[in-house]
């Protein structure tokens, strides 16, 4: 299939700041995204999701912006904390019910 | 929460043997499971799609023979990599919708770590 990308591989950030990672993806049927967050050695946890027909999502301390002209996703974490720090990654629907997922992003959290 | 549990964890096995590995779903039915593999700092790349009660959907370039899965029941996915190679060493990770997730979002399981010596 064709591929989601992420612009930075690794993201240092300091503790109370915010985040923004991001999410590059090339195909143009996708309809609906997940950011996802994976500690070490676990399975990815669900953070939030939009659909294409939105261009932004709120949640708790989390916003996820959606840029359908150039195909860019972005996941903000408000106030970062050291729990923050995991690998992030985005994830497109875009035939039946597969995911598939993007390079990742790990964020440091620097206490 | 709803929880997908896999077993075992973490598992050691020497070249040309099998490993079975079982992704379960508690406390709720899925007639649809995915397993995923990911390599050390890279991403998940999904390999097939799991359907209870009939074949599992492998994604190209998947070997079907290589990694066999069955979906017996509404709550039990397993994939066995058969005649295992250093090179099939990786992190396994199984995923279900599970009730109440969002409509296209699911649940993914804790993952096996399988090193083939």
């Known amino acids: 299939g064709e591929s989601v990308g992420l612009h930075l591989p690794t993201l240092s950030v300091q503790e109370g700041d915010n985040s923004i990672i991001n999410c590059a993806y090339s195909n143009s049927a996708s309809d609906y995204f997940i950011w996802y967050k994976q500690e070490s050695g676990k399975g990815p946890q669900f953070i939030i999701d939009i659909r294409s027909n939105m261009d932004k999502r709120q949640g708790q301390r989390v916003t996820v912006l959606l840029n359908k002209t150039v195909k860019h996703l972005s996941l903000q974490i408000a106030a970062t904390q050291p729990g923050d720090s995991a690998v992030y990654f985005c994830a497109e629907k875009y035939t039946g019910n597969q995911f598939y997922f993007g390079t990742g992003t790990s964020l440091t959290v620097i206490p | 929460g709803a929880v997908v549990s896999q077993h075992p964890s973490w598992v050691i096995c020497k070249s040309g043997t099998s490993v079975k590995i079982e992704c379960r779903s508690l406390?709720?039915?899925?007639?649809?499971m995915f397993w995923y593999r990911q390599f050390p700092k890279q991403s998940l790349m999904l390999m097939a799609t799991?359907?209870?009660?009939?074949?599992?959907?492998?994604e190209q370039g998947v070997e079907k023979d290589k990694f066999l899965i069955n979906h017996a029941s509404l709550t039990l996915s397993t994939l066995t990599v058969t005649s295992a190679h250093p090179e099939d060493s990786s992190f396994y990770i199984c995923?279900?919708?599970?009730?109440?997730?969002?409509?296209?979002?699911?649940?993914f399981g804790s993952g096996t770590r399988l090193t083939v010596v």
């Open positions: 406390d709720f039915q899925a007639t649809t």
């Open positions: 995923s279900a919708r599970a009730p109440g997730d969002r409509v296209y979002g699911y649940t």
């Open positions: 799991s359907n209870e009660g009939s074949k599992a959907t492998y």
